[in-house]
């Protein structure tokens, strides 16, 4: 269906607070990843008019990382517990083409932590456009790692080692429950990685000083050699 992808009317839209529960039903349905994630806080973005008084258009979730290193490496260990991760935003296609920016920019102001970081995937080939039109800074590439992958599961890294998460042996155990030969590891996807900071003037300076990383040029082009999403799913396929 063609959509008239003119510049949204913040006239014509509302962004509000949702249950995560309800946000995480549509991200799992709507969301290309069609997965959860760690969702504290949630948001929508409405369409108003209609009977009851507007229509949801889009959502937008913030989490605590599940990975607490994470927490730490931003703006160091007396800031860990004021951050969040930007873990899914999902926008109807039929929402003029600012209507991200809209909704990550007004839902920010309602958040209770100062800090959020997000990534944008490069097997996807996502570069973070819709970041750097919200002003966010680039702060380079994840780190290279490699994630235990079983043979014809298409499951998250995170989802594979969960049941064993804290044991120094997952690996083995691993291996115990599926096999040696379809217990392999992948290179995981390199990600863009992006923060902003929801404060006010003095502090947002005061945040910018404690920052650990680097801000760099915005990327234009993905010239990262991530496997695709295809490479990926051949590569979980099992053997004839």
């Known amino acids: 269906m063609w959509y008239n992808k003119g510049m949204l009317n913040k006239n014509d839209y509302t962004v509000e607070s949702i249950e995560t529960s309800a946000a995480l039903n549509i991200v799992v349905e709507k969301h290309y990843l069609h997965r959860v ?28 990382p599940a990975y607490n290193p994470i927490l730490k490496s931003i703006c160091g260990e007396e800031e860990m517990n004021n951050v969040y991760e930007l873990t899914r935003l999902w926008i109807d296609d039929s929402v003029p083409k600012n209507g991200e920016s809209f909704l990550i ?54 989802s594979v080692t969960d049941k064993f998460r804290g044991h120094k042996n997952r690996k083995e155990k691993l291996i115990e429950m599926f096999g040696e030969e379809n217990i392999y590891k992948d290179d995981r996807a390199l990600k863009y990685r992006y923060v ?45």
């Open 105 to 158: 920019s007004n839902s920010l102001k309602l958040l209770d932590k100062e800090i959020i970081v997000s990534y944008a995937d490069s097997s996807y080939d996502h570069l973070g456009i819709v970041y750097q039109s919200s002003n966010w800074h680039f702060i380079g590439l994840t780190k290279p790692t490699r994630d235990i992958r079983i043979k014809g599961m298409d499951l998250h890294p995170a």
């Open 37 to 64: 994630a760690p969702c504290s806080r949630a948001f929508g973005i409405f369409e108003k008019g209609g009977f009851f008084g507007g229509t949801l258009m889009g959502v937008v979730c913030y989490g605590v």
């Open 196 to 240: 902003t900071f929801s404060t006010n003037k003095r502090r947002r300076k005061e945040l910018m000083r404690k920052l650990t990383y680097p801000i760099l040029p915005y990327p234009k082009v993905n010239n990262v050699k991530s496997k695709s999403i295809e490479e990926r799913a051949e590569a979980r396929m099992v053997s004839a």
